[in-house]
Every structure is written in C-alpha cells, then in structure tokens.
C-alpha cells in the first residue's frame, strides 16, 4: 500500500515543482550544472594525470574508467578512485534534493548530469568513462531493491565470466526494469531511466563488438608490467 501510495503521490508532487516557474527553472538548472561539474571530477583521470603524472586515457583501451585505472596502475590508488566517483555521485543528488527537493525525479534529475559529466568531461576534452560505479552509486541512494538487483546483474556475470564489460551492460539494462519494478512507474520517471540505461550500454558498444567477437579482455587482479 505503501509503494503504490509513493507512486501516485511522485507526479503531482513533481508537477508542482514546475509550476513554480521561473524560480523552479532555475533550481532544476543550478543542480542539473553543479551534477554535471561534480560528474566532470573523473578520478582516474585526476589521480593518473595529476598525481601520477601519466594520464590512464594513453593506455589500455584509453578509457578513464576504474577497470582501465586497475588493468594499468592496479595499487591503492584504485581506492583513491572509486572514493572520487562515488562521492561525486552522492554529493551530485544530495545537492539536487536540496535545491529542488526531496523527491525520486530529483535523483533521476541529478543522475543523469552527473554520468554526462563523467562521461563527457568539459576539462578532460569530453573523454571520462563509462558511467558504471557512479551510477552504482545513484541506484543504491534510489532503493536498495533497485541496487541489489542491479549490483547483482553486475557482480553475479562479472565474478563468472571476468568480462567486467559483460557484468556493465546487463546492469545497465537491469537500471530502467528494476526502476518500474521497485521505484515508480511514472513515465518521465521511466523515460529518464531508459535514458541512463541506453547511455551506458552505448558506452560499452566497443566492448560489446569484442564480446560478439571473442576478443574481449577479461580483468585480471595482477598489474600488467609496462
């Protein structure tokens, strides 16, 4: 009772947001730029670049992402970025629920910049990552059902097969199902899930021709020697 009671009630409650206009304008603008700058703070790229004076996007598969971070630098500095990019995550939809609002379209709001921002940094000539552990991050402040499923479509493929790409995809198809399932079945809800959902498999569409192909790299937790 409680779940379709949430359900009902997210829509006006959004409606009403934007019938504030301009005021509500702007505070869907001011998070929708502060997740996308938060997003921008790529902490492979940070730490490679400006602590290890060798940029992670000139090696491996060039992406600033922590499986190409691990497969290059591997160490504690992997630490370093996971901590970056999951508190770039947080940070991104606290503020959004601050400035507009405590509400489930404020997370989707404050997500979506957010994985733009690290996938399309400004700073970084628009080339970040791939989105994954940050929106891990976004799906377990949004429910824990929706987390564990897809925490599990990622770890469940990825710990078998040691395709991290594999483990990627299917939890990014897993994001917009278990959205309708545990979160809301509001369609603007759902429309920016699907959106974070096709993002990110398009991200991986490289690695998915390599999978088809047999010539994908599996991860290996052994530093690969220069």
């Not at 994954?132 to 799906?139: E, N, P, R, V, Y």
């Not at 770890?155 to 078998?160: D, F, N, S, Y």
């Not at 979160?183 to 429309?191: C, G, L, W």
Request: glycine fraction near 10%; proline fraction near 4%; charged fraction near 10%.
């Amino acid at each position: 009772m409680g779940t379709a009671l949430t359900i009902v009630m997210e829509r006006p409650a959004w409606e009403e947001m934007m019938a504030q206009a301009p005021w509500s304008f702007l505070m869907f603008l001011l998070a929708a730029v502060m997740a996308y700058l938060l997003g921008c703070s790529n902490g492979a790229v940070i730490i490679s670049k400006y602590i290890l004076h060798d940029d992670v996007r000139t090696h491996g598969s060039g992406n600033a992402g922590l499986t190409n971070f691990f497969r290059t630098f591997g160490g504690a500095w992997t630490f370093g970025v996971i901590l970056i990019d999951v508190l770039k995550a947080v940070l991104a939809v606290l503020f959004a629920q601050w400035v507009i609002g405590p509400m489930v379209f404020a997370k989707y709001w404050a997500a979506s910049f957010c994985l733009l921002g690290h996938m399309f940094p400004v700073m970084f000539g628009f080339k970040g990552g791939k989105g994954i552990l940050s929106g891990g991050t976004i799906a377990l402040m949004l429910n824990w059902k929706l987390a564990l499923l897809v925490w599990g479509s990622f770890l469940i493929p990825a710990a078998v097969t040691r395709y991290v790409s594999l483990g990627s995809v299917l939890a990014a198809a897993a994001f917009p199902v278990g959205t309708w399932l545990f979160v809301s079945h509001d369609p603007v809800i759902m429309a920016f899930a699907a959106f974070l959902g096709i993002l990110v498999i398009w991200m991986h569409r490289g690695n998915i021709k390599r999978l088809l192909r047999g010539e994908e790299n599996r991860i290996s937790f052994h530093k690969k020697k220069p």
